[in-house]
């Protein structure tokens, strides 16, 4: 008998196995979970003698892996949202440089701003890749360009990986 904290239940899972359905797919699965592991999944027809918690149906909605974001600059200051309008429109990276924009304002706004704001910043951007099914990240710095800059966006990295319920690498 294999004891659960959850059963999950009406679901498709992509297992990512080796032969059979695309994907390692099993239709009308079932999800065996204890102490935050899956300890078991695989058809609901071949469901093990099992005693669970709680159950949890989803509704046909289909499970996939954690996705990893193996290369990410999340920790940054500024918002560059208006030049990719500008880019849009035709200009060049060099018509926004000399505007201004471009690295050199993102550089300029990473080495002005706090440790608090840009975690608050990169934490909004992380919510948007959480809801999109990414569990781990690889957080690059590289807009600080200065030893202090670069040290000051890694803290906020580690500080993200404490706090954000997602697996971070620097």
Known sequence: MILADRLITDCHVAAMTEGGAPYGAIEDAAILIQGGRIVWVGPRADLPVHKAVETDSLGGRWVTPGLIDCHTHLVFGGDRSGEFERRLEGATYE?????????VSSVKATREASED???????????????????????????????????KMLRVARRIGRDAGVRVRT
């Open 95 to 103: 018509e926004i440089a000399r505007a201004g924009g471009g690295i």
């Open 117 to 151: 704001e840009l975690y608050a910043s990169a934490c909004k951007r992380l919510e948007g890749l959480k809801a999109t099914g990414v569990t781990t990240v690889e957080i690059k710095s590289g807009y600080g360009l200065d030893h202090d800059s670069e040290l």
